[in-house]
């Protein structure tokens, strides 16, 4: 079985407390569009409030509409909805939907909105990559991550409130996610594309377990056609950074001995989109999520770890990105899908509007 396919096998074993994620990050080439599709499993802890749920979320994000450059839905099924598929083989359903080796497909309907997809991709199975330090996985972690697909390349239609988008050629990658607890501080950013250098590919991640203790990682993967960076592994690890100063910007930088980058991402605010995740035990994650974001990177180089840093005249902007919050508090401005609602307040039609008459 390919390593994909072995990192994104159904983890859970019909135990209380536990939640699992499969999600895709679908990028037009343009920048303009991009796609977010997730799978997701969920059981309240013994005594917690809720019922077990399978939830399938969509939100598509569009820089070139006026009125709405994000739009965001989901569907909230019984656990029973549920099919893990067949035992050592990866393919899992909820009700219709499908995420399979190569494909998947779907479709999410609330308050007048709706996505749906019909995708494939390639490669159709590959090897699973890592992108956090070495050894991490051995650790009692409440959440744990597989990067089970990366370097996607995904072609099909997303059909948004009746417009259907022939998507061609969009780069992309899935990851799949299960834990008993979540994570409380975390922002991420993953750049698969950029203008002036097509081998680049950027993952940067900023994270703490808990948000009042407890230690900060911010592992950084940085690739370019000139040398693939280590700042996600020790020792570089303990030379990166990352802050968010306003809403829906990140500051970010790492370096080595004769190495350093400093990067800046952002996006509209207006493409924030954001969405109560909530834990087995009964309490909220907030997080917001633009698919359209953008970043730009520049290096310094020194000859060696006492002298000074200069540029070396090479600067990256990214071609498509995606960005994402992960907080106990709500950003201003930014809205969110109440953990028991199935759309963005204020982005409801009313009945007579969604039926065209």
């Excluded at 607890?181 to 993952?203: G, K, N, Q, S, V």
Aim: with cysteine; charged share 25%; proline share 8%.
């Amino acid at each position: 079985m390919p390593t994909s396919e072995q990192a994104n096998l159904p983890r859970w074993k019909k135990q209380a407390g536990f939640f699992e994620i499969w999600f895709l990050c679908v990028l037009d080439p343009g920048g303009e569009r991009a796609w977010w599709l997730r799978y997701t499993l969920f059981t309240p802890a013994p005594g917690a409030p809720g019922e077990p749920r399978a939830t399938l979320w969509a939100a598509a994000f569009d820089c070139g509409s006026p009125n709405e450059p994000a739009v965001a839905v989901k569907a909230i099924h019984p656990i029973s909805a549920f099919d893990p598929g067949t035992p050592g083989r990866f393919g899992i359903r909820i009700g219709d939907a499908e995420l399979a080796p190569g494909k998947c497909h779907g479709s999410v309907a609330s308050g007048g909105h709706s996505i749906a997809w019909d995708l494939r991709y390639t490669p159709e199975s590959g090897e699973a990559v890592r992108r956090t330090p070495r050894g991490v996985g051995m650790l009692p972690l409440v959440t744990h991550v597989n990067h089970a697909q990366d370097d996607l390349t995904f072609s099909g239609t997303v059909t948004v409130d009746g417009k259907q988008f022939e998507v061609r050629g969009a780069p992309g990658m899935q990851k799949h996610l299960w834990g008993h607890r979540r994570i409380e501080d975390l922002t991420w950013l993953y750049c698969p594309i950029f203008r002036e250098d097509p081998e680049a590919r950027l993952e940067a991640l900023t994270v703490r377990q808990r948000r009042d203790r407890g230690p900060r990682l911010t592992p950084i993967y940085l690739r370019t056609s000139k040398q693939q960076h280590t700042f996600h592994e020790v020792p570089g690890l303990l030379f990166t950074k990352m802050e968010a100063p306003r809403p829906g910007e990140l500051l970010f930088q790492a370096a080595s001995a004769t190495v350093s980058v400093k990067g800046r991402a952002w996006c509209d605010p207006r493409t924030l989109v954001g969405y109560a995740y909530r834990d087995p035990e009964g309490w909220d994650v907030h997080v917001a999520q633009s698919d359209v974001a953008n970043c730009e990177l520049e290096f310094f180089t020194r000859s060696h770890p006492y002298a000074d840093w200069k540029p070396d005249g090479r600067k990256l902007t990214s071609a498509v990105g995606a960005l994402e919050f992960h907080g106990h508090e709500r950003i201003d401005g930014v809205r969110y899908i109440e953990w028991d609602g199935t759309v963005l307040p204020g982005l409801e039609v009313p009945l007579k509007a969604a039926e065209g008459t």
